[in-house]
């Protein structure tokens, strides 16, 4: 039975399956949702051996759904289930349907078991190369790179993306945008016992559980940022173009009412800053940009007092969601343009 592995793995096939035989993991895939006394798994215990997933997810906006404090007050204010089933979904396999909110673990939020348990089986966009797997599990890959898994939720992000790829088939799905490509075992081991366990993995090419937006700054292609005009100090007046070339809306979603302003500053050639100025490009009266709408910015900046004698060689263009009450500012995009002289 154990032949074909050395005598270490034997070993521990051995008690792998003395373990499975007692059915410790039960808790894993069992699920009660209705009234009475509702369970399931929580995030914590799928972290403990998906160790780099869970603390991915626990910094993820995803993880703060339901306890994020904008949300407790919409609550109390009177949010009702709709609200509830995208913040703490049952489960996101509801066909395009609003997801049942989850009468279990609700502080988890968008939880692991939301999008990966099913039918009593965890489900995967990877096949399982583990000795050991204390869990049943089914590999459905397409599921896992579909936007449509986003879309359950993200309504009307999707249905700009839908539009997106119906004229430019190649368009990225959110996966490829929002889950950057890491090279990783599944599970990491937290002891001598899961170390071993682990080594007999395979690492695959998959994706981050960040689902976020701070990566983009350096994502090459998300905003296109162009100096049309420059006149030099003392006017310092610039002419942007700013044009959106995601597929969907900048901002979008939840985040549509969020302003966006460009940061605008100029360098010397040794780096010194001589001027600077912000910008409003969503906010006071500017609608959100549609996918593959340009808009132009003219900015006046501020000179500093170095700029009396110093002439500027570089303009830095930093594109930032702003702040508000229990939301941090975000960097959406960023840019360095050379400035040779006036145009």
């Given amino acids: ?19 499975a035989a007692c059915s410790p993991f039960a808790h894993l895939t069992e699920v009660n949702n209705t009234l009475g006394e509702p369970h399931g798994p929580q995030a914590a ?53 609003t997801p049942l909110p989850r009468r279990y673990h609700r502080e988890d939020g968008v939880s692991c078991a939301a999008c990966h348990l099913s039918q009593g089986t965890m489900t995967g966009p990877e096949p399982e190369s583990a000795l050991f797997a ?15 898994l986003c879309g359950t939720c993200h309504t009307e992000t999707f249905a700009d993306w839908q539009t997106s790829h119906s004229a430019l ?17 599944a599970t990491k081991g ?34 296109r940022i162009e100096l049309q005009r420059w006149q030099p100090a003392p006017l310092n007046i610039l002419q942007l173009s700013i044009t959106n070339t995601l597929p969907h809306t900048l901002p979008t979603g939840s985040f ?25 490009l969503v906010g006071e009266n500017l609608p959100p940009l549609k996918p593959g709408e340009q808009r132009q910015i003219f900015i006046r900046l501020a000179p500093t007092p170095d700029a009396q004698t110093t002439t500027a060689r570089l303009c830095a263009v930093e594109l930032r969601l702003a702040p508000r009450e229990n939301q941090a500012g975000l960097t959406l995009a960023t840019r360095e343009i050379p400035l040779s002289g006036a145009p």
């Fill in 256 to 280: 549509r009412s969020r302003p966006v302003h460009l940061t605008v500053r100029l360098y010397s050639q040794d780096h010194i800053l001589i001027a600077e100025n912000l910008a409003p």
């Fill in 190 to 223: 937290s002891n001598l016992f899961s170390k071993t366990l682990v080594s007999f993995e395979d690492s695959r090419s998959t994706r981050r559980h960040t689902f976020g937006l701070s990566h983009l700054a350096d994502l090459p292609g998300a905003v």
């Fill in 45 to 97: 215990d799928c972290g403990q051996c998906h160790l780099e997933q869970f603390g991915e997810w626990q910094a993820s906006a995803h993880a703060q759904a339901f306890l994020n404090p904008k949300f407790q007050a919409a609550l109390t204010e009177g949010a009702d289930d709709s609200c509830l089933g995208c913040h703490v979904p049952d489960t996101v396999r509801t066909s395009g349907e």
């Fill in 169 to 185: 088939p190649a368009t990225p799905t959110c996966q490829e945008c929002h889950m950057p490509q890491v090279v990783r075992t």
């Fill in 1 to 19: 039975m154990f032949g074909k592995y050395p005598l270490p793995a034997a070993l521990c096939l051995a008690a792998l399956f003395c373990l």
């Fill in 134 to 148: 204390p869990h049943p599990i089914v590999v459905q890959p397409e599921f896992f790179r579909n936007s449509a």
